[in-house]
């Protein structure tokens, strides 16, 4: 399975790939930050996002985009930014008909160091592990992408098994416990 | 001048599209909202309201978009969604060029009601007089697009001399009083 994660941001919007599946050593097919000038008119922020992310979209062709689940009781002065830049994401993820996951930033800690509560640091030194990197990835938007994208690889399979249960349950076959 | 307002929302997005100076009597073009179901992916709604929106762009070729300014600090169910389909507005506006005009809830009160914390229904009753309507448009979402769209025809010329006064000022010029 190949994964593009995103960690929304209007200055930094930090983009992530990764391929494999849960139980198998995973492989970084690339990393990097989309970056738009603080100064900039909102709206040619939105552009620029959106021709970044198309660019890595044509690059990777990832089956799954990945997007970090934003709360508005994040900081009320970037949580705007961050929801708009998520959009943006959405947007060009769903145009091609690539499903777009979500996942809340504890999921994602959980996910890669076992803890919700995990700092930046402990993120990136997992993630740095997790991908034979030899150093973490720079800056810290670009280590939290790829960490959703490891997050969306060893969670799929979960969540799949639970989709097919509901999809039984609702057609009123007897579902086999495993 | 042209302008089409969006009051933006993932289940109902106002549009409406006003055109006028200030000082003179209005032309409502064209008023409706674009609609994505509840239960719908997040993605896919987003890619709905960018579809209903390059429709209104394509058949009103508007000068300028005039959107609402979202502010986190309200309902905070909603404000995520809100800002997700603002930012759509204002991206699919950018791409063609098109300058977008952000104004706060209580400015477009303020402006066709002469206080910024008139309700809904001041807000209905005073847009329908403005465009000499019949009847109030429904649902409120596409009222309180075309008050966005009034509110922006008339604050444009004040919001011009004010840059016109401040470039002066960067120029070193000495600006005449009016």
């Given at each position: 399975?190949?994964v593009?994660?995103?960690d929304p941001?209007?200055?930094r ?7 494999g ?5 995973l492989?970084?097919l690339g990393v ?18 959106e ?9 990777h062709?990832?089956?799954v985009v990945?997007?970090e689940?934003v709360?508005?009781q994040h900081?009320v ?5 961050t929801?708009?830049?998520s959009?943006?994401?959405m947007?060009?993820?769903a145009?091609?008909?690539?499903p777009?996951?979500?996942?809340t ?6 996910a ?12 990136g ?16 938007d ?5 960490a959703l ?6 969670r ?6 639970l ?6 349950h609702?057609?009123?076959s007897k579902?086999?416990?495993?």
């Amino acid at each position: 399975m190949r994964v593009l994660g995103v960690d929304p941001g209007l200055t930094r919007c930090g983009i992530g790939v990764v391929e494999g599946v849960a139980g198998r050593p995973l492989a970084m097919l690339g990393v990097g930050v989309v970056r738009t000038p603080a100064d900039a008119e909102l709206g040619a922020r939105l552009v620029a996002i959106e021709q970044g992310i198309e660019e890595w979209l044509d690059t990777h062709r990832p089956e799954v985009v990945a997007v970090e689940r934003v709360f508005s009781q994040h900081n009320v002065s970037t949580v705007m930014g961050t929801a708009q830049a998520s959009a943006v994401a959405m947007l060009c993820a769903a145009r091609r008909g690539i499903p777009v996951a979500l996942h809340t930033p504890s999921e994602v800690k959980a996910a890669v160091t076992g803890s919700g509560r995990a700092d930046k640091a402990q993120v990136g030194a997992m993630v740095t592990r997790l991908l034979r990197l030899d150093a973490p990835p720079k800056p810290a938007d670009a280590a939290d992408a790829l960490a959703l994208a490891i997050c969306h690889i060893w969670r799929a399979p979960a969540q799949n098994r639970l989709q097919q249960a509901v999809a039984l349950h609702a057609s009123g076959s007897k579902g086999r416990t495993r």
